[in-house]
């Protein structure tokens, strides 16, 4: 079956700055990538995701890249705000209009500090 | 509210009593999945179900598990003779068959079994 790794499992940066979480994916038949944003205690929103056609989507501050090829795919959240402090995760899915299912990585906990 | 709605969200049980957890998923989407997460950690799959159909379960899902989706609409989860280690967060999610992979989640139903 599928096997998401996600890289690293916290992340601290300042206001402003720049933050990426990076997932790996076992199966290549994976063909959709949805990352997950999680606030405590809350259940998981979808804030972006990519479709195995397209290199990257972007979405205002945060941007999806995949590599098909290696089998990776990042989340980049530009000018943090202390707001966009939760648990992140990515997760792969593997299936068409008939069938599959969502595989999650571990999930990175991102600290904004003011 | 049309979003996925679980209930109860916390049950506190005693280890060997029974416990149902109820989802009602967004009204037209047709797949609807049973998530567990538990705290650190991403979610994990349970089972899966198109319409009425239980279509794959997960190893996880022990002979005390059982899920149901009588009528295509609404869920079940029961679990028989509760264990501590089934302490968790129960995750429901719905998804429209046109837009695969793409799950929008419930709250989650809390799980301690003391």
């Known amino acids: 079956g599928e096997n998401v790794e996600q890289h690293p499992s916290t992340l601290s940066v300042q206001e402003g700055d720049s933050a990426v979480i990076k997932c790996t994916y076992s199966?290549?038949?994976?063909?959709?990538f949805p990352w997950y944003k999680q606030e405590l205690g809350k259940r998981p929103q979808l804030i972006i995701d990519?479709?195995?056609?397209?290199g990257e989507k972007k979405d205002q501050r945060i941007a999806v890249t995949l590599n098909k090829t290696a089998k990776h795919f990042s989340l980049h959240i530009t000018e943090t705000q202390p707001e966009d402090s939760a648990v992140y995760f990515c997760a792969a899915y593997a299936g068409g209009t008939s069938y599959g299912k969502l595989t999650f990585g571990q999930g990175t906990i991102l600290t904004v500090h003011p | 509210d049309t979003g996925v709605s679980q209930n109860p969200r916390h049950k506190i049980t005693k280890r060997g009593q029974n416990v149902t957890f109820r989802c009602d998923p967004i009204s037209e989407h047709n797949r609807l999945y049973w998530y567990r997460q538990t705290l650190g950690q991403g979610p994990e799959f349970l089972t899966y179900f198109q319409n009425e159909a239980q279509l794959e379960k997960s190893r996880l899902l022990s002979d005390r598990f059982s899920a149901e989706r009588p009528k295509g609409s609404f869920s079940t989860l029961e679990i028989q003779r509760t264990e501590q280690g089934d302490s968790a967060m129960y995750l429901c999610?719905?998804?429209?068959?046109?837009?695969?992979?793409?799950?929008?989640f419930g709250e989650g139903s809390r799980l301690t079994v003391l």
């Open positions: 990519i479709r195995s056609n397209v």
């Open positions: 999610a719905s998804s429209p068959g046109a837009r695969a992979g793409e799950l929008f």
């Open positions: 199966d290549s038949a994976s063909n959709y």
